[in-house]
């Protein structure tokens, strides 16, 4: 499995971006793709998650701003962030979750930058 995220740049505060990931390779036995962010000096944290059937989770920093959703015919997962902060400013990474019998693996994307400006 192969990600490539994309979308980030820089934005002013109150503004809107959408990042996508393009997964490629054994995409079928994907179970869950998530967002995760990076801030300067800070651990990387969980932003929003999506399984193979739709569901979704959005974490509480950024619900009701942020929406997941998948394109199933263009095999990407993309994260919609309006109202941005500056406070959203990270690298945000894609990753996939593959399942192979009782075997978790994980495929990280390469990242993308998110700079709010105030």
């Known amino acids: 499995v192969q990600l490539q995220a994309s979308g980030g740049g820089l934005v002013q505060a109150g503004g809107s971006l959408r990042l996508s990931c393009a997964a490629s390779?054994?995409?079928?036995?994907?179970?869950?793709t998530d967002w995760y962010r990076q801030a300067p000096g800070k651990q990387r944290e969980l932003v929003a998650s999506?399984?193979?059937?739709?569901?979704?989770h959005v974490e509480d920093s950024v619900r009701g701003r942020f929406t997941i959703s998948r394109d199933n015919a263009k095999n990407t997962v993309n994260l919609q962030m309006n109202d941005l902060k500056p406070e959203d400013t990270a690298v945000y990474y894609c990753?996939?979750?593959?399942?192979?019998?009782?075997?978790?693996?994980?495929?990280w994307g390469q990242g993308t930058q998110v700079t709010v400006s105030s």
């Open positions: 390779g054994s995409i079928s036995s994907i179970s869950v």
């Open positions: 990753k996939a979750v593959r399942i192979l019998i009782t075997t978790l693996i994980d495929y």
């Open positions: 999506i399984t193979r059937d739709g569901t979704t």
